[in-house]
């Protein structure tokens, strides 16, 4: 419990006008003083019902929608019921909200809450980010009826949104896929049992007349064929995105913002395409890996930045990546192509020897990198030195370094 400034001065007064009114032998002020200090121990007993009231509160946080797409408005609800036997006269009610998420007006609100009452606040935010936003607190300062004390207390009301990058068209997917692997893997003949290209295990989304059950009786593992002509390119996508990288540039239009909505635009792109797609992303420490389902784009996009916490990003080297293939289990032989989406600033950061060791690993790599305003934090001159420095590193494993044509940035104020 605190006794806020407006509370000292009452009490102050109060005091001054009991010795002035003494002292004076003035009984108008004297009686004016002993009023005033009545009136602050009656807030001051009233005020302990009010902390009992508070503590018994309960708090629930409803948002309108889980899954949104970054810059989309959602509704935010926090009911605060009160089901004890003393009212509040008097509360101020905050939400903290996360870093990337901006409410339309500022939710701190001033209500009284009745008891055996529920009151509810509403609002808009905007989502700021992709990624997981996570919503935790809320904050409520108690008062008396003339605010002479109050209590600051924080309650747990959780919540989340799943945010999915804005996608657009990219060039990059279909000028240099269909030129490296094309739709589909080359094959020497039109399906058909005796023309298998590969027997791997079974995956999510894999026909059942595909499966191997002379495979399975000898293993107990469930096998598939993919057949010549029949079978999709595979690619493995890696995104390496870091923490700093929120920081260049300006929300919306951080590099950040731009890296994720360029992998989610070909990720996209690859998917309509008819490729299977196997995706990790770095975030904190280790990749987390998404392993294709063949449950269409959207689906996709929420499993891959369900797994990002938006601000956050890759503290690890890019070499971390070469870990992927054993988490998913497959061999780094069964991928068509591995693109890497990262940035020149990511590359110019990272030791030769963790870029070599990508080089040693994947040895179809494409190097993918959104159109961005570099140049304002690297001159041209030294990208040029330095992508050329990656192609001598990489040597034979490295398939080509493209930027996208297109832009990534948007114009919507936020």
Known sequence: MKITLHGIISFALSII??????????LLLYSLGLALLLIFYKEYKSFGRVRKAVEKISIERKIERNVVSELEDIGVSITIDNRGLDAVPRALVMDILPKYVKARVKPLTIISIPNQTSVTIDYKAIVEAPGVHQFDRVIIVASDFLGYFTEELYYTARGYIVALPLVSRTSIGVKTLQKIIG???????????????E???????????KIVWSAYAKTGRLMVRDDYGESRARVLLLIDIRPWAWAIGSIPNTLAHVQLRFAASLLTTMLRSGLVVDVAICSELMPKV????GKGHETALYRIFSVLDAGSGCQSTASIFTNVINYIGRSVLSYDLVVLITNPL???LENP??????GEVFEKLLIAMPMFRYEEYLSKESISKLLNSVEEVLGGSLIGIEFSEEGFEVNKSV
């Open 17 to 26: 006008a009991i010795i002035y009114g003494f002292a004076m032998e003035n």
């Open 183 to 197: 739709m589909n893997t080359m094959g020497k003949a039109v399906g058909g049992l005796y023309d298998i290209a």
């Open 199 to 209: 027997i791997r295990e079974y995956q999510p989304g894999d026909s059942i007349k």
């Open 290 to 293: 998404v392993p294709y389902q």
């Open 346 to 348: 990511i590359l110019a």
């Open 353 to 358: 020897d963790d870029v070599a060791t990508l």
